[in-house]
């Protein structure tokens, strides 16, 4: 793994000073996409959409794996929790969504910490 992770310059997980930001969709549902972007060391996240667990202690991978979404119209509050930082700390996760058409599509946390939360809202038609 060392040898591997050295070769293809992965580096270990860090602030990358993002946060997440709204965004406008104009489709409903919507998929959106989770991975771990950097050192894959055991980072879990929960995903909660308007108060509902949607994702529940979720080991995040260097593969984007999708999953879909049904939106309430309007706005749609999503909230992502560090469940574990994994052995190199802090815990840092990629979202993408489909369907965007205001804002990023594809989005990073800055680093979190256990139980650590950031927020964004999806504005579905």
Known sequence: LAWVEQN??????SDVGTILSNINVNANPITRSLRDPQLQDGDVVNIDLNGVRVLDRFPTTGR???????LQSGPNTL???????GVSGPMVAELSFSNVVGGSAVQM???LSKDQT?????YAP
């Open 79 to 85: 909230v992502v929790t560090a469940q574990n930082q």
């Open 118 to 122: 950031q927020n964004m809202t999806i």
């Open 109 to 111: 946390t800055s680093a």
């Open 8 to 13: 293809l310059i992965v580096s270990h997980d």
């Open 64 to 70: 984007h794996v999708s999953f879909p979404i049904t």
